[in-house]
């Protein structure tokens, strides 16, 4: 399998930026919101910026079977599922509970870049 593949918007700084940059800003920007939005708008913009990022990853797997999107698109989708959930308070992770689910999708996200180099970048 090629060291790199043109289809691969993760490998790419301007697709890299639309699909996973913007909503990374954004996802950092509700930080600063409180005082503007009601939380319930934070909280479905942060789901959004998850559900973005998951549907990039899916989409960018589909196209060049890049390993660790098969992994992170799932992720960060269930990250979003998860915002929603904990947000609105279906379920109670305690007073931190969007931090925990924010830090763990995105510490799993990260996580699946360690498949590439134990089982090459592109699936075959």
């Given amino acids: 399998m090629p060291i790199s593949n043109p289809n691969d918007h993760a490998a790419q700084p301007l697709p890299f930026f639309w699909s996973w940059g913007l909503p990374i800003a954004i996802l950092i920007s509700t930080n600063f919101m409180g005082g503007f939005l009601p939380f319930p708008a934070i909280v479905a913009i942060m789901s959004g910026a998850f559900f973005w990022m998951g549907l990039a990853c899916v989409l960018?797997?589909?196209?060049?079977?890049?390993?660790h999107c098969y992994y992170s698109g799932p992720i960060f989708i269930l990250g979003g599922l998860?915002?929603?959930?904990?947000?609105?308070?279906?379920?109670?992770?305690?007073?931190?509970?969007?931090?925990?689910?924010?830090?763990?999708?995105?510490s799993l996200a990260l996580l699946s870049y360690l498949s590439e180099p134990i089982f090459g970048k592109y699936v075959n």
Avoid: P, Q, W
């Fill in 82 to 106: 998860a915002v929603l959930l904990v947000g609105f308070e279906i379920i109670s992770l305690g007073r931190d509970g969007l931090i925990i689910v924010v830090g763990a999708a995105t």
């Fill in 60 to 67: 960018n797997a589909k196209r060049c079977r890049r390993r």
